[in-house]
């Protein structure tokens, strides 16, 4: 069955710190992956990857994908109390459909 | 990105009764997706919407329980019928743009229900 799984599932830092998030998945038909910030309803557009060993970054954030070892990471510097926040990672399939990991739970502390 | 608004917001309703959610987008948007979030889970997608035909709906989701209609190219309607307190959930639209192969998709504000 197509699946992913996030790690890990919550952590707690404090302002300054750099973080690494981990997104890995098992798919028969892979499109693309996506990484979203939910912090009340509404999912966040984050990144999307297509291409293994592309970087994307945005301000602090940054995401990379390696399609050959299924995984993909969301790296976040210099963390803010802001960047407190559900992270999602999802597989795009084939119809444009996602299948969402369970999110990992980051709280920055000040 | 386009601009995604949900209505209502959030509502509490009785055992049995039904809510229609609504989703407007402000440009024309190729597809559109009703996804599901139970307390404590991740999204979960109920069905896609499509446009002038009826909604292709993923396993565990049937028509009777969640109607949707797609009458254009910018809104799409969720219903949740005979609802039960295991219907509580946030409720959200999300739209991919017209474009290239590997589209973003963005969502909407979210409807946050609960069921007594």
């Known amino acids: 069955e197509d699946k992913v799984v996030q790690s890990p599932l919550s952590l707690v830092v404090h302002e300054g710190d750099t973080v690494t998030l981990n997104c890995s998945y098992e798919v028969t038909n892979f499109r693309s992956l996506l990484w979203y910030k939910q912090e009340k309803k509404a999912p966040t557009f984050l990144f999307m990857l297509t291409s293994s060993g592309i970087e994307k970054k945005s301000g602090r954030l940054s995401s990379i994908l390696d399609k050959k070892e299924l995984f993909s990471i969301l790296n976040i510097t210099a963390t803010q109390t802001g960047d407190s926040a559900v992270y999602l990672c999802?597989?795009?399939?084939?119809?444009?459909?996602?299948?969402f990991g369970a999110g990992t739970i980051l709280r920055v502390k000040s | 990105s386009a601009v995604i608004s949900q209505k209502p917001s959030r509502d509490i309703c009785q055992r049995g009764t039904s809510l229609t959610i609504q989703c407007q987008v402000d440009s024309q948007v190729t597809m559109m997706f009703w996804y599901r979030q139970q307390p404590g889970q991740s999204l979960t997608l109920i069905a896609t919407?499509?446009?002038?035909?009826?909604?292709?709906?993923e396993s565990g989701f049937v028509i009777d329980k969640f109607p949707i209609s797609r009458p254009n190219l910018t809104f799409s309607t969720l219903t949740v019928s005979n609802m039960s307190p295991e219907d509580s959930s946030i409720y959200l639209c999300?739209?991919?743009?017209?474009?290239?192969?590997?589209?973003?998709?963005?969502f909407g504000p979210g409807t946050r229900l609960t069921v007594l």
């Open positions: 919407a499509n446009q002038g035909s009826e909604a292709t709906y």
């Open positions: 999300s739209v991919e743009e017209a474009g290239g192969p590997f589209n973003e998709q963005f």
């Open positions: 999802a597989y795009m399939e084939y119809g444009n459909k996602l299948v």
